[in-house]
């Protein structure tokens, strides 16, 4: 394979991942987005100065579509930390464990909420447990 052929499958691989990002991510009829309830809360976390809240889960989807550029994306982008103002703040989880909040795939090439410090996860267990009739 020749380095233009090269070149135009990674354009055209980074364009359709974009495309679905936007698409499936963060356009308004995004499934699932239109049951999102105004209570919905979920944890946020700073990967540079490790501040953590929780904000509206609405909100979030909000700023990452305003902070999004569908065109360029190819990763989920940081949004702005309300602390130390740097782009560094992503999506978490609060394990049920523990209380650690850490970022969402946290633990590489593992569950995304396998937590960090204790190493337990809500899906591996829901996956052990028997499967209830009714």
Known sequence: ???????????????VAAFS?????????T????DISSKDN???????????????LQDFYDALKENT????V?????LKCKECGKNTVYQAIKCPNCGTVFIKGSVPRDLED?????KYSETEESRKSPKTAG
């Open 1 to 15: 394979m020749n380095k233009t052929t090269s070149v135009a499958i990674i354009i055209v691989c980074s364009a």
């Open 21 to 29: 990002f936007y698409k499936y991510i963060l356009s308004p009829g």
């Open 31 to 34: 499934p699932g987005q239109a």
């Open 42 to 56: 979920t944890w946020v976390k700073c990967k540079s100065c490790q501040a953590e809240s929780q904000m509206k």
């Open 69 to 72: 550029d569908p065109s360029v």
């Open 74 to 78: 190819i990763v989920t982008p940081g």
């Open 114 to 118: 396998r937590c960090p410090k204790c």
